[in-house]
């Protein structure tokens, strides 16, 4: 019988007359069998697993940003004014003391038709002691935003896009009205949210066509979460220091972007 | 001599005219308020205020920007009926045709900008602001020559004109610096109407420079280091540029309101009244540069701006009520006699 037969048939009942190399031969097939199937098996233990990792960095600024400045206005105002001690300040620079830069929106640059923005939770901003909180969001196009009134006095909600397809539009809150109810369609970043009844209220949304940002914490943080694997240009805007790019690759694990802000 | 139909003259309907005109002019002011306060927008529906008949809406909710919008529009209501008043008034009373219509024209110009002003709140549009403060200042001139047609003073000029020549060379001066004049105070009102806070921060240098750097890293860097308190636009290199135009320009008009004076005193004499009143013209620019350099010296605090938007309405008016009269006074005998329009009898010629 044939090694080859030997090989797919399986071991025969040996009888006295069949020659020793016939088992050999079998054993040798089997070894052969082995010989290829393990190392395949190894190596396919040995390549690399492709799955979504979170992109990371640290914004730092370098140099000494403007003095902030104190909101007079909000104190001298009868309403807004009594909500506070000691008269509240700008806070365009918010920098830790090493540096660390938040307030900057990071995103991949170029992602778009990504949105999840219809299902996601809504995000939240807030009209509290007559200033809005948080001053810098980001949202997903089509995600709902919520604006509330969690004051004691009137504010009008005025957004002015700068995007055509983002339509201006500026309502009525009463204090304990209902809250506002915003979505926009098209990406753009820094969409200024102000209130005209008092000026030195405002905030920037900015509307992002895919779930991938973020924006830097207190100690300049970020974090993008599951980013499928790929190449990207991850891309940090500051509403005063303008944007930044850097080209990484999601590959095995968390990639990493650090960027760095300078006040000329 | 000249021979003249004499114009009568109603002191009542006089003083209601001036009283309109001074009602404008106050109303300019409120409208120069809102725009200082960045609050334009702070009244979200028009005509009604927050869902209010607008002369019901609670007084204790007037706060923050919706004071100076509210008391605007308020005030803009009355000067409209004020305004009718005084075109129905004209329209009964006033024998001159030419005035009964310029009676329904201010009436047509008041209802148009109140249109404006409120469109300009439900269409989210800037641009019609600038519109709105540019028509604000022509009717304020008008509601000025209403007043000055129904004058006594205009009436005494009109039945003796005869020893009061203004030469053509010196008219058209006046009449050109005037237009110059509203160019500029359409630049101001494109200026303030974007609503970028100031573009240039210091006087009479530009960012330490006679002519600043507009390249994008300089804009870029001013950005960054300006720290607006209200949330005022980002300043473009476009809006610098208009800053710069808008100094140029004061400087030329300074210089030709200058000589319009120097000029006035030379041909008319220092006694005359439209000398004096080019001299108080000239008085009135010199303020005017001063306000515009407070303006960036005080960081575009409220009343300041606003009070440099009034005083160039005021340049404005003055020379347009000099043009006025300076065109009713007969020219010498060779030049061509602009007086039909006014609405004068021929004059019997007397010297020529």
């Known amino acids: 019988m044939r090694a080859r037969e030997i090989f797919h048939k399986g071991l025969p009942t040996i009888r006295p007359d069949d020659k020793i190399h016939t088992l050999f031969e079998f054993y040798k097939m089997k070894a052969l069998k082995l010989a290829v199937i393990f190392p395949l098996l190894a190596a396919l233990a040995g390549m690399p697993v492709t799955q979504a990792a979170d992109i990371v960095g640290v914004i730092t600024l370098k140099g000494t940003p403007p003095p902030e400045k104190e909101i007079t206005p909000l104190k001298e105002d009868a309403n807004c004014g009594a909500m506070y001690q000691a008269v509240p300040t700008t806070h365009f620079y918010v920098v830790g003391a090493k540096g660390e830069l938040a307030d900057v929106v990071v995103s991949l640059k170029g992602v778009t038709g990504k949105s999840t923005g219809a299902s996601a939770p809504p995000a939240v901003l807030d009209q509290k002691g007559c200033l809005y909180a948080p001053q810098i969001l980001a949202i997903q196009t089509g995600q709902k935003l919520i604006v509330k009134n969690s004051d004691a006095c009137i504010h009008n909600v005025h957004a002015t896009p700068t995007v055509a397809g983002n339509p201006e539009s500026n309502q009525v809150q009463m204090p304990g009205g209902a809250d506002l109810n915003y979505t926009f369609a098209q990406p753009e970043m820094f969409l200024r949210f102000k209130c005209d009844v008092h000026p030195w209220m405002f905030a920037w949304v900015s509307v992002i066509d895919s779930p991938y940002f973020c924006v830097s914490d207190k100690d300049g943080k970020f974090v993008i979460k599951n980013v499928p694997p790929g190449k990207y240009t991850v891309e940090a805007a500051h509403r005063k220091l303008g944007t930044q790019t850097q080209e990484v690759e999601v590959k095995d694990g968390d990639a990493t972007a650090n960027f760095t802000f300078e006040v000329k | ?352």
């Not at chain 2, 921060?201 to 209200?230: C, I």
Request: hydrophobic content about 55%; glycine content about 8%; overall charge positive.
């Open chain 2, 1 to 352: 001599m000249s021979i003249e139909t004499p114009i009568k003259t109603n002191s009542w309907l006089h003083w209601f005219a001036v009283l309109t005109a001074a009602a404008t002019f106050l109303l300019l002011g409120l409208g120069g308020l809102v725009t200082s306060h960045e609050a334009g927008m702070s009244v979200p529906d028009w005509p009604n205020t927050y869902g209010y008949n607008m002369f019901l809406f609670p007084p204790a909710q007037w706060i923050g920007g919706i004071f100076y919008e509210h008391t605007h529009r308020l005030l803009a209501s009355a000067v409209g009926l004020m305004t009718l008043i005084l075109a129905v008034w004209l329209w009964f009373k006033e024998a001159r045709r030419w005035m009964r219509w310029l009676g329904v024209a201010a009436l047509v110009l008041v209802a148009a900008q109140g249109v404006l002003g409120g469109l300009r709140v439900t269409l989210h549009m800037d641009s019609l602001g600038v519109f709105h403060g540019t028509i604000a200042q022509l009717f304020f001139v008008l509601t000025c020559a209403l007043a000055l047609f129904t004058s006594r003073f205009w009436a005494g000029l009109m039945a003796d004109r005869q020893s009061l020549r203004v030469p053509a060379g010196l008219r058209t001066l006046v009449l050109a610096t005037t237009i110059v004049i509203l160019g500029q105070l359409v630049l101001g009102a494109t200026m303030r109407h974007q609503h970028a806070g100031l573009a240039i921060p210091d006087f009479p240098l530009a960012y330490g420079h006679w002519w600043p750097d507009t390249s994008a890293d300089a804009v870029a860097g001013y950005n960054a280091r300006r720290v607006e308190v209200n949330g005022e636009n980002p300043i473009t290199p476009f809006q610098i540029e208009l800053q710069m135009v808008h100094r140029g320009l004061a400087l030329a008009i300074f210089i030709l309101v200058a000589v319009c004076a120097w000029q006035a005193w030379q041909r008319l004499g220092r006694k005359d009244a439209l000398a004096k009143l080019a001299l108080a013209w000239l008085a009135l620019i010199l303020a005017q540069v001063a306000l515009g350099a407070a303006t960036i010296w005080y960081n575009k605090a409220a009343d300041v701006a606003t009070t440099h938007v009034l005083v160039g309405a005021l340049a404005l008016t003055v020379g347009a009520m000099w043009c006025l009269v300076a065109f009713c006074r007969a020219a010498p005998s060779t030049e061509v006699r602009p007086l039909a329009v006014f609405g004068a009898q021929p004059v019997m010629a007397a010297n020529k």
